[in-house]
């Protein structure tokens, strides 16, 4: 029908700003499709390892850590070989410093697409967030091999995996879209946030052990939702300690807040990116 | 919104914030202070940037100011107007990239922009992945690429290079590109901003006749331009802009002559910058062109007397020059020359300036935008060559004493002095 075409209304922000439309996100998924392959094939480009890097990274920085707070300091491991110990909590702790400092930066390497050119613009710190998730998934393959070699089998608790995955993804795109919208206004975000990822993990239970927490800050150090998370790895797949579903829980909230609060921000802040960038 | 239009536009404005200057303190106190307060200086600043509660006017510009007009459908209308006049803010708004600061615009179907050639494109991806990148960046859907995916390629005559990484294209081969994805865009309404100005002059030619195309497809665009004479082949209408207000809106022709009134007073010709070719001995120094009112601006009436004065400059021993004006079309096209040649007038130049004129007695060009080139010889060699020394605007003059002129368009450049006769036959007698 010749009536019903679509008609774009530009006009200053109205009253419901932060809603989506839902079908205008669905006429751009072969964009969002064609800004992944970018990520994931740009980021080896001209280099001679190629994807291995995927596996080298979180590899050698295990073979570090052990090096230093396995052999050295001689940290506590829950009753699993160190090397293991840490490799299970670097995987999903390099999917979330690569993917939040990509992200974080989204926006001011992009200056040039989307000051030219509409398009959702959460596309572009949710890039980087399902670009990494292809490292993520290679790290752990290398993870199912080291649990074979180490003559680890895990139980039915496995099945909490997914949601585990779930909640990094959550939390991880969050923190992006509140930097990423900081960072494009305020470059100091940019410089910081090398620092934050690296304060961030050693805040996270890392190189240690989350029982080195006492019991009675346990649900509120569990509001850092990558203590879940990384938590929940070891006990499901090293099977070192039952589910540990309070820190699950906590750090789902917070997520689920930070991730709210980090959306509303971005889309207050996204109509005016193209005049501050 | 009525049925017929395509694009309406109600009080836009567009307010930025401009920078201001920094104050540099005196004393040492004063620059201590100054420099562990900066950061709260500089909050407040970047801070500023998105803020616009107080309305300070010291450091905010009107980009835009109650702009409003309408577009039909199909239409195709040019913005013209001086830097900073606001052509890019209006169509950064209606492209979505900024928003307004208050007004409204309403476009009916898609849109589609082309503010940059190139958009998105990535330099470690092939030709073949920017194509979809870059493609579906500017709108298209993955499907609409594949039915196009031949025909970008074979436009942008890359078919052997497509699976090589951009970056290690031409800058001629990455303009084609651009430009053959953008061009096979297919929306309602297009947006065009100085898209035109790249690549080498026959593929400006190319991209130019694909613009003719694109909006004899029956589509609404609206085009950005510099160049005046793009805007004259491809927009029946143009938008002028001033300082963020919109002086005339009206067709094409009309809006021109107002707008080289506006720019023609504070427009000196400087012959130094312009690129040109030659050994030297003989330069062309200076250049203007009137009629026969004295009327001093960079246009002229067809089928006015028509005064090229120009000054030409010594710098070796030389002793007969040529000389010799080409007329072209935007396109490059050769229309037709002016040469002491011609004339069989064999100059020699002894002192160290010559002035000339070049006359034409009734100006044969239909209304429009030429470029003149100028070459001149100096014993038979070329001292002095500018293909683009002057940009004529000729605006509609009674060549016919009062007939209708030819479109450029439709019936082609030249005006030729002709008549005719009839004779009635009439049947059995």
Request: charged residues 20%; glycine residues 6%; hydrophobic residues 45%.
């Amino acid at each position: 029908m010749q009536d019903k075409v679509n008609i774009v209304v530009i006009k200053p922000r109205g009253k419901k700003w932060w809603s989506i439309e839902w079908r205008e996100i669905w006429r751009y998924k072969d964009l969002l499709y064609f800004l992944v392959m970018r990520d994931i094939k740009i980021l080896y480009k001209q280099t001679v390892l190629g994807f291995t890097w995927a596996i080298i990274r979180p590899l050698l920085s295990m073979f570090v850590f052990t090096l230093i707070f396995g052999k050295l300091a001689k940290l506590t491991s829950d009753g699993v070989p160190y090397a293991i110990f840490n490799y299970t909590a670097l995987v999903p702790w390099t999917y979330f410093s690569s993917s939040l400092t990509t992200s974080t930066q989204s926006l001011i390497m992009n200056v040039r697409i989307f000051t030219k050119v509409y398009f959702p613009r959460l596309f572009i710190p949710l890039t980087p967030i399902l670009a990494k998730l292809v490292d993520f998934f290679i790290a752990f393959i290398i993870l199912i091999i080291m649990m074979a070699w180490y003559h680890i089998y895990p139980t039915v608790k496995i099945l909490i995996i997914p949601y585990l995955v779930f909640l990094m993804i959550l939390f991880s795109s969050g923190v992006s879209m509140w930097l990423s919208a900081l960072a494009i206004q305020y470059r100091d975000v940019k410089y910081g946030v090398q620092f934050l990822a690296q304060f961030l993990m050693y805040a996270a239970p890392v190189v240690w052990s989350i029982s080195l927490i006492p019991q009675k800050y346990r649900l509120l150090y569990g509001l850092y939702p990558m203590a879940g998370v990384i938590e929940g790895f070891r006990c499901s797949l090293l099977n070192t300690k039952p589910i540990p579903w309070d820190l699950i829980i906590s750090g789902t909230i917070s997520a689920l807040i930070i991730f709210i609060t980090g959306f509303l921000y971005f889309r207050w802040k996204e109509r005016i990116f193209a005049d501050v960038a | 919104m009525r049925n017929n239009i395509s694009i309406k536009v109600e009080n836009l404005s567009k307010i930025y914030r401009i920078g201001l200057k920094e104050e540099t303190p005196d004393t040492f106190v004063g620059a201590v202070k100054g420099f562990l307060l900066r950061p709260v200086e500089n909050f407040r600043r970047l801070r500023k940037l998105s803020k616009f509660k107080e309305m300070e006017t010291k450091d905010v510009i009107w980009a835009l100011r109650n702009v409003s007009f309408e577009i039909k459908k199909g239409e195709v209308v040019g913005i013209v107007g001086e830097n900073g006049a606001g052509k890019s803010t209006l169509l950064k708004i209606l492209a979505r990239v900024t928003d307004p600061t208050s007004g409204y615009a309403l476009l009916s179907g898609r849109v589609g922009s082309l503010l940059e050639v190139g958009t998105g494109m990535h330099p470690e991806l092939t030709g073949r992945e920017n194509i979809y990148l870059s493609g579906t960046i500017l709108g298209m859907t993955k499907k609409e690429i594949d039915n196009k995916f031949d025909e970008i390629v074979e436009f942008a005559n890359l078919s052997k290079f497509i699976d090589t990484p951009v970056k290690r294209y031409s800058s001629g081969m990455k303009v084609r590109l651009g430009f053959a994805i953008a061009a096979h865009l297919n929306t309602d309404i297009l947006l065009v901003d100085e898209v035109l100005a790249v690549g080498d002059l026959s593929f400006q030619r190319k991209s130019l006749g694909k613009m003719r195309d694109v909006v004899s497809e029956g589509r609404t665009v609206l085009f950005v331009s510099h160049n005046m004479a793009a805007v004259q082949a491809l927009c029946p209408k143009t938008m002028l802009l001033h300082s963020g207000k919109i002086v005339k809106i009206d067709r094409t022709p009309e809006v021109l002559k107002e707008y080289f009134k506006l720019m023609g007073n504070k427009n000196p010709k400087n012959l130094d910058n312009l690129k040109r070719e030659g050994n030297g001995k003989v330069k062309l120094t200076s250049l203007k062109i009137y009629n026969n009112l004295g009327d001093e601006f960079n246009y002229v009436r067809s089928g006015d007397v028509t005064v090229i004065e120009f000054t030409l400059e010594k710098y070796a021993i030389v002793k007969i020059v040529d000389i010799a004006f080409r007329f072209r079309d935007l396109f490059g096209q050769l229309l037709f020359t002016c040469s002491t040649q011609f004339t069989g007038q064999t100059l020699e130049i002894n002192s160290q300036r010559l002035r000339g004129k070049c006359i034409l007695n009734k100006f044969p060009l239909a209304p429009g935008i030429y470029h003149i080139g100028f070459w001149v010889a100096a014993d038979r060699e070329r001292a002095d060559y500018l293909e683009k020394a002057l940009e004529l605007q000729v605006i509609e003059g009674n060549f016919w004493k009062g007939g209708k002129l030819p479109v450029v368009r439709k019936d082609g450049p030249f005006l030729v002095e002709h008549k005719w006769v009839f004779e009635e036959e009439k049947n059995g007698q």
